[in-house]
């Protein structure tokens, strides 16, 4: 008997597949889904998913066709990208929700990712510069991954315990995506430098 074979969908990444490296499957900047089963509305009410946080996860894991893949590996663009395709292939694609007090549908299908200028990226190089107009420093930044997520998660919850009232998200997010500052790649410089800019918007 022949395995039956679920129905699928190609999306593109926003990316467009420019931030892997050549060897990964990622690099074509599409990727295959299929549709949400009842092995996914499982997923999605699994108490020890939702209470570790993880549900998104594994239900974007259950649904891609190439299990080589892994969502650790996705960008945070591409995985936003994917978690609104899955959205539409299982539910539709009217978003019924409250927008100022409100009622509107939104059309899933109609949201566009925004443009990218190919002449920035290099073929799995994920590394790119920016300078702050106002002090001239020059910053080389990162996006971030899956991988740096969880780091993030980890880092936060540790930093949590050791002081219950504070909220450094944006300083510790900032310190893992700057790479350098003005060609300086020492830790320490960058945090002082994330919480120096941190300091300043508040």
Same mark, same amino acid.
């Not at 991988?147 to 540790?158: F, Q, S, T, V, Y």
């Given at each position: 008997?022949?395995?039956?074979?679920?129905? $699928? &969908?190609?999306?593109?990444?926003?990316? !467009?597949?420019? =931030?892997?490296?050549?060897?990964?499957? #990622?690099?074509? +900047? @599409?990727?295959?889904?299929?549709?949400?089963?009842?092995?996914?509305?499982?997923?999605?009410?699994?108490?020890?998913?939702?209470?570790?946080?993880?549900?998104?996860?594994?239900?974007?894991?259950?649904?891609?066709?190439?299990?080589?893949?892994? $969502? &650790?590996?996705?960008?945070?663009?591409? !995985?936003?990208? =994917?978690?609104?395709?899955?959205?539409? #292939?299982?539910? +539709? @694609?009217?978003?019924?929700?409250?927008?100022?007090?409100?009622?509107?549908?939104?059309?899933?299908?109609?949201?566009?990712?925004?443009?990218?200028?190919?002449?920035?990226?290099?073929?799995?190089?994920?590394?790119?510069?920016?300078?702050?107009?106002?002090?001239?420093?020059?910053?080389?930044? !990162?996006?971030?991954?899956?991988?740096?997520?969880?780091?993030?998660?980890?880092?936060?919850?540790?930093?949590?315990?050791?002081?219950?009232?504070?909220?450094?998200?944006?300083?510790?997010?900032?310190?893992?995506?700057?790479?350098?500052?003005?060609?300086?790649?020492?830790?320490?410089?960058?945090?002082?430098?994330?919480?120096?800019?941190?300091?300043?918007?508040?």
């Amino acid at each position: 008997m022949s395995e039956f074979k679920f129905p $699928t &969908e190609e999306v593109e990444l926003p990316s !467009k597949g420019l =931030l892997y490296s050549k060897d990964n499957p #990622l690099s074509s +900047g @599409k990727l295959e889904m299929k549709y949400m089963t009842a092995k996914e509305e499982d997923i999605l009410t699994n108490q020890s998913y939702i209470q570790k946080g993880t549900v998104l996860d594994k239900l974007l894991q259950s649904l891609l066709v190439n299990k080589d893949i892994k $969502t &650790e590996d996705l960008f945070v663009g591409d !995985k936003n990208a =994917l978690f609104v395709a899955a959205r539409i #292939l299982g539910y +539709g @694609k009217e978003y019924k929700t409250k927008i100022a007090g409100k009622d509107e549908t939104i059309d899933l299908t109609e949201l566009e990712n925004k443009p990218i200028d190919k002449e920035l990226f290099s073929k799995g190089n994920n590394r790119f510069t920016y300078k702050l107009e106002n002090t001239g420093t020059v910053l080389e930044f !990162k996006l971030l991954n899956g991988h740096d997520e969880k780091k993030i998660e980890r880092e936060l919850a540790g930093l949590k315990k050791i002081s219950p009232n504070t909220s450094p998200e944006l300083t510790t997010r900032l310190k893992h995506v700057i790479l350098s500052v003005d060609g300086n790649e020492e830790k320490n410089k960058i945090y002082r430098h994330s919480l120096h800019r941190y300091v300043q918007r508040r």
